[in-house]
């Protein structure tokens, strides 16, 4: 069964930044599609950063867009989300997933793909 573990929420105030991990185990970071979402109550949640096996190519929503960096450590297994410029909107829960490369029918992104592996979530509060 695919473990996801998340990381290094906290709260921070405005201006701020944070680093989520994200340990994954047995599934291999590589050839999956790793992903970050955030959902806070009454909102959609939002896939806020995408990145392909291999780790590219990966992209941002344009919400994060020159604040969040995705990477990876594939000899540890883990994702990361460097977070800076912290707003009050960043505000959320964030989630860790994975989906399979082969699951994925041929792509990471689009909107309707379905991310099959998640994380417990850790919590990021921005204070203004």
């Known amino acids: 069964q695919v473990q996801l573990v998340e990381s290094g929420g906290g709260s921070v105030q405005a201006g701020g930044s944070l680093r989520l991990s994200c340990a994954a185990s047995?599934?291999?970071?590589?050839?999956?599609?790793m992903a970050w979402f955030r959902q806070t109550p009454g909102k959609e949640r939002e896939r806020v950063a995408t990145?392909?096996?291999?780790?590219?190519?990966?992209d941002y929503a344009d919400s994060v867009k020159g604040r969040f960096t995705i990477s990876q450590a594939s000899a540890k297994n883990t994702v990361y989300l460097q977070m800076n410029s912290l707003q009050p909107d960043d505000t959320a829960m964030y989630y860790c997933?994975?989906?399979?490369?082969?699951?994925?029918?041929?792509?990471?992104?689009?909107?309707?793909?379905?991310?099959?592996?998640w994380g417990q979530g850790t919590q990021v509060t921005v204070s203004s």
């Open positions: 997933a994975a989906l399979f490369w082969p699951f994925a029918g041929g792509s990471c992104s689009p909107a309707g793909v379905e991310y099959t592996d």
């Open positions: 047995p599934l291999t970071i590589k050839g999956s599609c």
């Open positions: 990145m392909w096996p291999g780790g590219d190519p990966i």
